[in-house]
């Protein structure tokens, strides 16, 4: 689980990003971008940035707050498991990214799987939708993020790394890779496998 500090300092955000939304006496306004100030010094000080840094990356969150949404491919060819290896952090994970606006979750994963690893795929089953913070994934995100595994069919296409990615492989489960843990825990990895040989279960969730 997340420190406390900093679910604490998500509903705070919260609070204030959508009194901001909907304030329209000036007093209000003002409460609500002083919340939003301890939030930032709260996940400042949790976490060694600076104030004002923080204060920014709140400040460009705007409208309603809600989950951001990231999807995860899994993509198998016979028994192995795509992956591709991140620049940034040298570790493995399945195929991702943010969700794009104007995309479908399906249209989304599709193109993230294509852009990192080179595979077309067409995406046929969510397999899990996961709450982040519930699944010991780290370091701690200052936001809260939905995670959507979707089952994909490779459709054609050859390995190819690109700005984000440097490596693409398919690994069975015996030889998973170190892993980019930020991205996907190896529990999660354990439970798509367990997942492909019961294509029957349905999806998980939570």
């Not at 939030?39 to 460009?60: F, P």
């Not at 198998?76 to 994970?93: P, Q």
């Not at 795929?121 to 993020?145: E, M, W």
Request: charged share 25%; proline share 6%; net charge negative.
């Amino acid at each position: 689980m997340e420190p406390q500090w900093l679910a604490w300092t998500k509903r705070l955000q919260a609070i204030a990003q959508n009194g901001l939304t909907f304030a329209e006496n000036p007093f209000d306004v003002e409460r609500y971008q002083a919340v939003r100030e301890v939030a930032a010094e709260m996940l400042a000080a949790g976490s060694g940035t600076s104030v004002e840094r923080v204060l920014d990356l709140l400040i460009q969150e705007a409208g309603y707050a809600t989950p951001k949404v990231d999807v995860r491919g899994v993509v198998f060819r016979d028994d192995a498991l795509l992956f591709v290896r991140e620049r940034i952090d040298g570790g493995w994970t399945l195929p991702g990214g943010w969700a794009d606006v104007g995309e479908s979750p399906g249209e989304s994963v599709v193109r993230e799987i294509h852009e990192e690893s080179g595979y077309r795929t067409r995406a046929v089953k969510v397999l899990a939708v996961y709450d982040r913070t519930r699944h010991g994934q780290v370091p701690p995100h200052p936001h809260h993020i939905y995670k959507l595994f979707f089952l994909c069919q490779l459709t054609g296409g050859t390995a190819a790394a690109s700005t984000e990615t440097d490596g693409v492989a398919f690994f069975p489960e015996a030889e998973v890779p170190d892993l980019s843990l930020g991205r996907v825990t190896p529990r999660q990895v354990a439970r798509m496998f367990e997942h492909h040989r019961h294509p029957e279960w349905l999806t998980d969730f939570d």
